[in-house]
């Protein structure tokens, strides 16, 4: 019989019986989280965003003390996110975004702002100016994506596929800049702030478009039939760099099979704008244009250097190229590890990089920060090291210091700044961690591996509170994505780090926790990150999630009859999957906002099977397509599928339409399979609530201690 749990769960709910040391969702869950860090271009000061309780502000720390201070005074947990922080070139002013879903597939219907508070007044996304020395912040005007120009006195900014431009002081309204066809996007300045370098998106092709002023007509450069994006202006401001792939059309492929996704940089002269090819790829599936953060991350390095990413030797690594091209590309970070986030320094003649590297074999499942010259003249060198996890790299206005965000197994996320010469790092804004957080009772993950079915050797995390003999209840963890690594510490994506504190808790409660960072996820070399057979086309990596499943079967520590399984969107996906396939293994789970039927999970088409058709692609192959796309979604396992399940969705989600839960729910109760479920009106996909987040979270802990526990199977303390 079908049980309905509340959206209004209450939030204080307190799990089972406390165990001494134990401590509550409330106290781990209210860590600060850190987000969007910036540096100033001229000075020592760093800014950043911090999510508290919900409650969303940026703050500054000026060098050498780098004291954090708080520069706006929003005090809601309303679900307006802080995005696109960035600092005029003098330093004084920092320009944001408030408002909007920057982690959404796709808008809702007419494009209207998230509203997860529910409030009868239509949210805006919206784009502010404040000074960095503190005080009210300036309504600019309604857009996202800004750019401030090089003198400080005027900002560009997209509104409706338009881009806009107001007086940085907010002295009057933003005007639309130019007419242009199609949709315009990603503005960025001239270094002498005359002309505005922007996308122009024409569907199956796009430009790189030119925008000085009204009396002149918007330059093109090198314009074709291939898809142009990405652009970056030298120094000097006479040529643009940018990316360049082909564009949308073809003989349709074989839906089965993984397409190549292959791409050059172009460098182009601002005066003529002709172009040439500076860099090419290669045609293989290796070659694709990468997918990791920033992309195929584009830096115009010293010397005419140009700075990029590329997977061709199997792991995204960092290459150097000249912008004049005829010259191979100049490999700077060799060695089986993934280069994450990048950043110029301000003199160009380093870049800032974190990877999945180091002195310890298992800084594999870590991230730590590294400099090495754009012109590959040293080695690179490592600028933290041990048992933490760093990201987002920024070096300081005056060259003297690298920020970035950190955590480690028992530290929630923080602001840190290292001297760029190597040193001692310094935590920042740490009197910002609640006192009641309960860093001591947290457990540091164990790395271990197994391997699938078919042989490939699959990473996870164990998490695991206290000793004794006697067997637990064990819990599979699976992340979505899946283009993500869990790590042995506190995440750096809000989404996972509250998943951290999630599985942290349920080690706490006697759960023998295990995440599996399964293939389609990033941190292992490209092989691993593009399986054949995965997603829709054969669900190849859930070979690697019952092989983690049978892995705790096998632990003597582990009740072999009592293991669940809980995930979120794609982890949601695999949950079901699990469920479905393997009730023998998994005994009850937790199925948040997942992917049930692989043919109506399309942004414009309900029927991604149907989508497919097109000349060239013949019945057979489509029927052949319809058949794995079928057996790849959980709604092909509902007959075998007996585990009781609790499903969890918000109803405004623009990443996995609402109603793969619905249908799902009708066709389990059919079959008398016992399901709960928790609905969260007006919410989105990455809830944008803190509320909503402790209210899920409850949810899910008490599901799972309910149908997995039994009297006597809690931790030995």
Request: no cysteine; glycine share 10%.
């Amino acid at each position: 019989m079908k049980k309905l749990l509340l959206a209004i769960v209450a939030a204080t709910a307190v799990v089972g019986a406390q165990t001494p040391g134990a401590f509550t969702l409330d106290q781990i869950l209210s860590y600060p989280f850190p987000d969007n860090l910036v540096a100033s271009p001229t000075a020592a000061t760093v800014a950043w965003t911090f999510t508290e309780r919900g409650v969303r502000n940026i703050y500054a720390a000026d060098g050498p003390e780098f004291k954090a201070r708080r520069l706006t005074n929003y005090t809601d947990d309303d679900g307006q996110e802080l995005t696109s922080l960035s600092f005029s070139h003098d330093g004084k002013t920092m320009v944001y975004v408030r408002g909007g879903d920057h982690g959404s597939n796709w808008p809702a219907e007419g494009n209207l702002m998230p509203d997860p508070s529910s409030s009868p007044v239509q949210p805006k996304m919206q784009v502010w100016a404040v000074s960095v020395s503190g005080g009210t912040p300036t309504l600019l005007g309604d857009g996202d994506d800004p750019a401030i120009a090089p003198d400080g006195s005027r900002v560009a900014f997209v509104k409706d596929r338009r881009i806009f431009i107001a007086p940085l002081d907010g002295s009057k309204p933003a005007e639309q800049a130019f007419f242009a066809r199609g949709s315009s996007e990603s503005p960025v300045w001239s270094p002498d702030g005359r002309t505005l370098a922007f996308v122009s998106d024409r569907d199956d092709h796009s430009f790189i478009g030119l925008f000085t002023d009204a009396s002149r007509p918007i330059r093109y450069l090198a314009p074709s039939t291939s898809r142009d994006s990405d652009p970056v202006w030298s120094p000097d401001g006479k040529t643009i760099a940018y990316v360049r792939q082909p564009g949308r059309g073809g003989v349709p492929r074989s839906p089965l099979a993984q397409q190549p996704s292959p791409w050059a940089i172009w460098v182009a002269d601002a005066a003529s704008a002709s172009g040439h090819e500076a860099w090419k790829s290669g045609a293989a599936l290796v070659d694709s244009l990468p997918r990791t953060a920033g992309g195929a991350n584009l830096h115009w390095g010293d010397g005419n250097r140009l700075v990029f990413v590329s997977y061709q030797d199997n792991w995204p690594h960092l290459y150097s190229v000249p912008s004049a091209g005829g010259a191979p590309a100049t490999l700077l970070t060799p060695g089986a590890f993934m280069v994450e986030y990048a950043s110029m320094s301000p003199d160009r003649h380093f870049i800032v990089y974190n990877a999945n590297t180091g002195s310890d074999r298992n800084d594999i499942d870590r991230r730590h920060i590294f400099k090495v010259a754009v012109d590959g003249s040293s080695a690179p060198a490592a600028l933290t090291s041990g048992r933490g996890i760093e990201w987002t790299p920024v070096e300081t206005g005056d060259g003297a210091s690298v920020a970035f965000l950190a955590s480690d197994p028992q530290r929630s996320p923080l602001p840190s700044i290292v001297p760029m010469a190597g040193g001692q790092t310094r935590t920042l804004a740490a009197d910002r961690l609640p006192a009641s957080f309960p860093s001591a009772a947290l457990v540091t993950p164990e790395p271990v591996t197994f391997r699938a079915s078919d042989g490939v050797e699959v990473h996870g995390q164990l998490f695991k509170s206290g000793s004794g003999a006697a067997k637990r209840p064990a819990v599979v963890y699976v992340h979505g994505g899946p283009p993500r690594q869990m790590l042995l510490g506190w995440h750096y994506m809000n989404y996972y780090a509250n998943d951290y504190a999630a599985n942290q808790y349920l080690a706490s409660r006697g759960f023998v926790v295990l995440s599996v960072n399964y293939r389609l996820g990033i941190g292992y070399g490209h092989a691993f990150q593009y399986p054949e057979h995965a997603g829709a086309r054969g669900a190849s990596e859930y070979l690697d999630v019952i092989a983690g499943g049978k892995y705790l079967q096998a632990r003597p520590d582990v009740d072999a009859k009592h293991i669940g399984i809980w995930g979120g969107s794609y982890g949601g996906y695999l949950t079901a999957l699990a469920l479905g396939r393997n009730s023998d293994v998994f005994a009850a789970g937790v199925d948040i906002h997942g992917v049930h039927n692989w043919d109506r999970q399309g942004r414009q088409a309900p029927n991604i099977v149907a989508a497919w058709a097109g000349d060239g692609i013949t019945e057979a192959d489509l029927k052949e397509a319809a058949k794995v796309t079928y057996q790849s979604s959980p709604i092909s396992a509902v007959a075998t599928w007996k585990s009781p399940v609790l499903l969890i969705h918000a109803d405004d989600d623009r990443n996995v339409e609402f109603h793969q839960t619905v249908d799902l729910e009708r066709r389990l109760l059919e079959k008398g399979v016992k399901v709960e479920e928790l609905v969260i009106p007006d919410d989105i996909h990455d809830f944008l609530l803190w509320r909503t987040w402790k209210t899920v979270t409850t949810a899910s802990g008490a599901y799972l201690e309910r149908m997995l526990m039994k009297s006597g199977t809690t931790s030995q303390r």
